[in-house]
């Protein structure tokens, strides 16, 4: 008999003092059966973001998450999936009482122009064969004075959103609870029906952006996502679609 967790997609939850990244742990594991697997870290000591920078991770100050789980349709169908766990962990946020989150493509967790958390998706597999990959996310809940005064980009923390009251034990069962079935949902049917859920918290759309696509730079209006999940961008009246980049706001 499977119990509620394990119902509900959970097949194993363990909590570290301190790791190096919740991400790399991870990805020294093999994917269970069925199921996923969640690793939760006090602090990290070589906490990782996007494009190789660190992610600060102070102790006891934020969440820092990683789920495993094995995808047996293959790297072929994993395209997407950051935005799927961006969409569910979003939505999740906003049902909590986070007004204004939204989602800046592809990895972003926003509150009006200032973060509030991250995505770094990794993984490995075979392209049509059995895949896993690991969903990491890092959610500002609390953050420590001496750590915001080094952030140089616009951010901001649950405490702030919420009340300094904010539970991290709340903030993760909000978060697991909408981003178990939302990998279980993606497994059986794709991207597809997490397109329109996108869009609805998309906070690109219509406004200038910037992308800095492996070093090249193109400005243009975002226009929202493709099928596949790559930004659209109106350039000089036409249109085009990254699948990789950073992406800046540009100042309208
Ligand atoms: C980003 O915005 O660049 C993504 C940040 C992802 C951070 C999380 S914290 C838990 C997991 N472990 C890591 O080392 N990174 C992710």
């Known amino acids: 008999a499977l119990n509620p967790a394990q119902q509900a997609g959970l097949e194993s939850l363990d909590v570290s003092w301190s790791v190096g990244s919740t991400n790399t742990e991870l990805l ?23 494009r190789g920078r660190a992610w600060a991770s102070p102790l006891a100050a934020h969440v820092y998450l990683s789920v495993l789980r094995g995808f047996a349709g293959g790297l072929s169908r994993l395209g997407g999936l950051s935005l799927v766990a961006g969409v569910a ?3 999740a946020l906003r049902a909590h009482g986070v007004a204004n989150v939204g989602l800046k493509w592809p990895n972003d967790i926003v509150v009006d122009g200032h973060k509030l958390g991250g995505l770094l998706v990794e993984g490995g597999g075979e392209f049509a064969g059995p895949a896993r990959a690991v969903i990491g996310l890092g959610i500002n809940v609390r953050m ?3 750590f915001a005064a080094e952030i140089t980009q616009p951010w901001t923390d649950l405490a702030t959103l919420l009340g300094d009251e904010v539970s991290r034990n709340d903030v993760v069962a909000w978060l697991l609870a909408a981003l178990l079935p939302a990998l279980d949902a993606f497994e059986g049917d794709g991207l597809a029906p997490f397109l329109p859920r996108y869009a609805a918290l998309d906070s690109l759309a219509g406004r200038n952006v910037r992308v800095d696509d492996g070093g090249v730079l193109h400005e243009g209006q975002a226009l929202g996502l493709a099928d596949d999940g790559a ?4 350039i000089d009246g036409s249109e085009r679609v990254f699948h990789a980049g950073e992406v800046s706001v540009r100042a309208q």
């Open 28 to 50: 020294r594991c093999s994917a269970p059966e069925r199921g996923a697997r969640v690793l939760l870290a006090e602090r990290q000591t070589g906490g990782r973001g996007r």
């Open 89 to 91: 962990v979003a939505e």
């Open 144 to 146: 420590p004075a001496a």
């Open 231 to 234: 930004l659209r961008v109106r």
